[in-house]
Every structure is written in C-alpha cells, then in structure tokens.
C-alpha cells in the first residue's frame, strides 16, 4: 500500500469489481482513454481486476485502486504498469481519477506517491508517462513531476506522447 495526506493507493481484490464497475462509468474518469477503461456489466469488472491482482502478485506492479482517506471511496486509479516500447522494457505512471475528484490537487498527489515508491521502494531507474495530446491536466501533472516529452507514438491506434523521467 501507499499513502499520501489524501489518498491510500493499493492493490485491487477481486471483491473490489462492483466498486470498479462503478468508477468506470464515471465520464471523467473515462475521457482522453488509450486504454479503455469502461466495464459492461459485473462479469467484465471482475474479469478486469482479477487481471490486476494477477499483475500486481507476478510483478510487483500494476494499476491499483486509489481511496479517499477521509471517505474510503474508490475514486480512481493508479499505478506503475510494465509495457515495451519497441524493444525498450519501461514502467508506465497512471493517474486517473473520477471527475468529482478533478480539481483538488489529488492527480499530482496521487503521481508524486507513485513516482516516490517507483523510485524508492522499487528501484526503478526511469518512469513514462503515455498522454493523449490533448489531455492538458495530465500533461501538466507530468511536466510538474519534471517530466520531459521524448515522442509522439501510435499506442493502440490512439496518437500518443510519451514522457520519461529517469531518477537522478
């Protein structure tokens, strides 16, 4: 698990599907989507976090559900998810929050915790960020991490930049 003033941000369970089933309806937290996020029914959200909680038990690694410490609600995503860019093995952030969330300083909370622990307790030497171009939050959070924009790329059909930090 990881903490930050607001938020604890830890690994899914399988009885976490019909709070990610409810998160995934959220318009916001649905928008600017490479990776497509929205569940059909019960059986889709469980079938999406037990890939999560298979993830995160072979590598350490994943996309892991973010709570409100005050109120203990689900209330978005993140992580640090393994994926190969030609032959480069990286680690890429997620920061993604429903739309009630947006506007309080949580996403850059939410990416700094999860840059620390990347950085801290995992080792990692360099992490990415894969932003839609027009996702003018997320660019900034990334840029306010010392993010650097390295590429424009096709990532699953969906025209994509590519940020990198490394830890220095």
Request: hydrophobic share 40%; proline share 4%; aromatic share 8%.
């Amino acid at each position: 698990m990881i903490s930050s003033p607001r938020l604890l941000i830890k690994p899914f369970t399988p009885d976490h599907a019909e709070a990610f089933l409810n998160l995934s309806m959220d318009q916001g937290f649905t928008l600017f989507p490479i990776t497509i996020y929205k569940q059909t029914d019960l059986n889709s959200a469980r079938l999406w976090v037990n890939e999560s909680v298979t993830l995160n038990e072979t590598t350490g690694l994943g996309k892991w559900g973010v709570w409100e410490r005050d109120t203990k609600d689900l209330i978005g995503l993140g992580g640090l998810t393994p994926w190969k860019l030609g032959e480069e093995d990286l680690v890429d952030i997620t920061y993604r929050l429903r739309e009630s969330a947006w506007g309080k300083g949580l996403g850059h909370e939410l990416a700094l915790a999860l840059v620390r622990f990347g950085f801290e307790e995992k080792g990692l030497t360099q992490i990415t960020a894969t932003i839609t171009p027009d996702n003018e939050a997320s660019i900034k959070i990334a840029v306010k991490l010392g993010m650097r924009f390295d590429q424009r790329i096709m990532l699953k059909g969906i025209s994509t930049d590519v940020y990198r930090l490394n830890n220095s």
